[in-house]
């Protein structure tokens, strides 16, 4: 059964850092698409990026230079991270971490991310 959990959320002033990662279990962490999504209260869950089978990522334009996703180097972990620079008060929401693979989505529960001064 594919499992996915995220960690590192926080409260963080406003130009400060995050690191949220993301432990997958349960397949073959190759072959899944992972990305986070975020929602922020009264708000649409959205896109944040994603790390594509094969190395490429893509960001939505609200976070393209500020935050990173990339895959652990040590593939035996079924880590995917994001490095969240530069954050914003507008950055503030729920971040979920989601492993897909063609029709199929597995989410975490979620990590609380709080940008306030």
């Known amino acids: 059964q594919v499992q996915v959990v995220e960690s590192g959320g926080g409260l963080v002033q406003p130009g400060g850092s995050l690191r949220l990662s993301c432990t997958a279990s349960?397949?073959?962490?190759?072959?899944?698409?992972m990305a986070w999504f975020r929602q922020a209260p009264g708000k649409q869950r959205e896109l944040v990026a994603k790390?594509?089978?094969?190395?490429?990522?893509?960001?939505d334009d609200s976070v393209r230079g500020r935050f990173t996703i990339c895959r652990d180097r040590d593939i035996r972990k079924n880590i995917v991270i994001q490095q969240m620079n530069s954050l914003k008060p507008k950055d503030t929401a729920v971040y979920y971490c989601?492993?897909?693979?063609?029709?199929?989505?597995?989410w975490g529960k979620g990590t609380q991310v709080t940008v306030s001064s």
């Open positions: 790390s594509i089978p094969g190395g490429r990522a893509v960001y």
């Open positions: 989601i492993a897909r693979i063609r029709e199929y989505d597995f």
């Open positions: 349960g397949m073959i962490f190759s072959m899944y698409t």
